[in-house]
Each structure stands twice: as C-alpha cells, then as structure tokens.
C-alpha cells in the first residue's frame, strides 16, 4: 500500500466515524447547517483541518464561468458534501463529482444524513488538473454503490 493510499484510507475512515457520531447523537430531521457544523466540531476534535463553504471558481482558458460553494474540504485533500433530505437525489453524486474535477482533488465522500444514513465515497482520478485559474480557498482561511469506491457515478439524468 502506498503512502498516500494509506492516508486516504485513515481520513476516509476518520470522517465516516465522525459522520456515525454526528447521526448517532442529532438522528434524523435537522437542516442540512446542523449536521454540517456538528460535523465540523467533531473533525476539529479528531485532529483535522476544516475549511467550510468553500468556494471554487470554475475557469475556461480566461474566461470566469461561474463558482461553487462545497460544504467543506478536510485536510486540503478531502471534499466532503452533505444532504439532509428525506431521499437522496441523484443529482448529488454528479454534483459531489463536479466538486472533485473543479477543485483538481481525487476524493470525496457525500454523506446522507437521511431517515438511514448512508455514506458514499466518489474519486475521481480521469480528470485533468485544474488550471491556475481553479483553485479553492477556505472562506475562514485557516456501477457505484453505497460504501464503496467509483471512479464516476452513476447518475441516468445526465
């Protein structure tokens, strides 16, 4: 196993804790900002680095087509989206994987804080890097299936 394999593995095993231990005690029936600043405490509190409502500007050659808000990104290398909706749209991988190629990252997980909650890890490793134009920053500054890994979701509305 690689290095980096091997911190993926460790964050993505970190923030699906955080995700059962955020729904664990909130249940189901809070906004969708409940979950999300439940979440950030509890990543803090496991030693990572949370930028929330980060913004991507999304960039042809020089031309600004417009931004995008993610929910959050830990440690700089992990996009992570969350729906408190009673079903899941989807709608929500494509647009956790959209996050992916605008911000050049590889990983995300698109956590459901639903009536189960059900977690979904997406990579993306196909896309090109983004170009100097499209990068993140925090607004503070400081066949897929569920559980498993996709290269690229599935999603028939496309």
Same mark, same amino acid.
């Given at each position: 196993?690689?290095?980096?394999?091997?911190?993926?593995?460790?964050?993505?095993?970190?923030?699906?804790?955080?995700?059962?231990? =955020?729904?664990? #005690?909130?249940?189901?029936?809070? @906004?969708?900002? %409940?979950?999300?600043?439940?979440?950030?405490?509890? +990543?803090? $509190?496991?030693?990572?680095?949370?930028?929330?409502?980060?913004?991507?500007?999304?960039?042809?050659?020089?031309?600004?087509?417009?931004?995008?808000?993610?929910?959050?990104?830990?440690?700089?290398?992990? =996009?992570?989206? #969350?729906?408190?909706?009673?079903? @899941?749209?989807? %709608?929500?991988?494509?647009?956790?994987?959209?996050? +992916?190629? $605008?911000?050049?990252?590889?990983?995300?997980?698109?956590?459901?804080?639903?009536?189960?909650?059900?977690?979904?890890?997406?990579?993306?490793?196909?896309?090109?890097?983004?170009?100097?134009?499209?990068?993140?920053?925090?607004?503070?500054?400081?066949?897929?299936?569920?559980?498993?890994?996709?290269?690229?979701?599935?999603?028939?509305?496309?």
């Amino acid at each position: 196993m690689q290095r980096r394999d091997f911190f993926d593995e460790r964050l993505t095993y970190s923030v699906i804790g955080a995700f059962f231990e =955020v729904y664990n #005690t909130l249940g189901f029936g809070f @906004l969708e900002h %409940i979950y999300v600043q439940a979440l950030e405490y509890e +990543l803090q $509190a496991r030693g990572h680095r949370v930028g929330r409502e980060v913004g991507v500007v999304v960039h042809y050659k020089d031309l600004e087509l417009g931004g995008q808000r993610l929910d959050m990104i830990v440690d700089d290398v992990l =996009v992570v989206e #969350t729906k408190s909706t009673f079903q @899941l749209s989807r %709608i929500a991988t494509r647009q956790t994987y959209n996050y +992916l190629r $605008a911000t050049g990252l590889q990983t995300a997980m698109l956590l459901h804080f639903g009536p189960e909650p059900h977690f979904f890890r997406i990579e993306c490793h196909r896309h090109r890097r983004p170009s100097k134009h499209n990068q993140f920053t925090p607004r503070d500054q400081p066949s897929y299936r569920e559980g498993e890994e996709s290269s690229y979701p599935e999603d028939e509305s496309v």
